[in-house]
C-alpha cells in the first residue's frame, strides 16, 4: 500500500486547528496531522486504535 487513503477525523472542528487523520496501513492503522502530513505519522496496531477511541468515546482521555 503505497498510498495510504488519509480519512480525517468527523471531530476535527473544522476551524484548522485540532485535525487528526488515520488511514489504514498493512496490519496497522496510521495516524497524521493534517496541517503536516509530510513530518510523517504514527503506526499503532489495530487493537491500540480501537482502545484509542473507546476511551476518548468514554471520555477516559481528557482533549
Known amino acids: 500500500m503505497n498510498n495510504p487513503t488519509w480519512r ?8 484548522g486547528n485540532d485535525c487528526v487523520e488515520a488511514a489504514r496501513l498493512p496490519g496497522a492503522v496510521g495516524l497524521r496531522d493534517s496541517k503536516n ?11 491500540a486504535f ?14
Open 50 to 63: 480501537a482502545e484509542l477511541l473507546n476511551r476518548i468515546q468514554t471520555g477516559e482521555l481528557d482533549l
Open 37 to 47: 502530513p509530510d513530518a510523517g505519522h504514527l503506526t499503532i496496531t489495530p487493537a
Open 8 to 15: 480525517k477525523s468527523t471531530c476535527s472542528d473544522g476551524s
